[in-house]
């Protein structure tokens, strides 16, 4: 589909993040749209600037069974994604809450594991892929930058991703995405209560965010041209927004 951008805007990609004087001293114009990766509020200007999604390192593609069962919220049954909350990482210890996260494996319905134990403990019996699948919620914790590539790989999945990283500015504009409809925010110092933000969420309101979740995946993440597409829309949304339109 072909969308006209707003005569005054262009887009310039930025990979992880980058100086804030950079933005605030030398591209100052608000014709200018900073996407990135891996930055906080402060580093952007509100009124032309965003996040852009992570990229991942082993996104999944579901089979037709795993799509159907999110759109019938059959998700969100035991057999079909028997674990509550899942992440595989290596511990980024000294830059996030990790080591926290991973107090809250139970070898039953929790799977938060540092790689190499995971590994050696499974040994096949459960995979990084099985175990996405399979879970409802995954957790993308920061590593040593704010984002996580777990955040696109979750999504991917089907789960529904428990953001741990404080400020972090998530992909698109708030004017196209409202992470909060999909997302679960969990502030880092409250990693060990990860558990209390999901407790009280029912299974229609959850299969309400799974389907939310993965539709944003399939529409503006899953390849290039969607990601391109998301920034577009970002801006015409924007645009549509300051016009009262």
Known sequence: MFRQLPTS???????????????????????????????EPHELLPEADMGFPPPSINALTLTYQERLDIETCASESLQSRPFLLSFIGHDRKGFSKREELFKLHNDKDIIVMPTDAFHAKYQGKHTYDSVMRQSRYAAAPR??????????????????????????????????????????????????RTLDFIQNITEEQQCRMRQRCYWIYQTYMANP???IAGAVDSLLAMDAAKNGT
Request: proline share 6%; hydrophobic share 40%.
């Open 143 to 192: 590593g040593h930058s704010l984002f996580s590539y777990r955040f696109t790989e979750a999504l991917s999945a089907g789960a529904i991703p428990i953001v741990q990283a404080d400020n972090w500015v998530l992909p698109f504009r708030k004017e196209l995405i409202d992470w909060s409809e999909c997302a679960i925010i969990v502030p880092e110092k409250d990693t060990i």
């Open 9 to 39: 805007t262009h887009l310039i990609y930025v990979g992880f993040g980058f100086p804030e004087e950079t933005r605030k001293k030398q591209l100052i114009s608000p014709q200018v749209s900073l996407l990135s990766i891996s930055a």
């Open 225 to 227: 041209e969607g990601e």
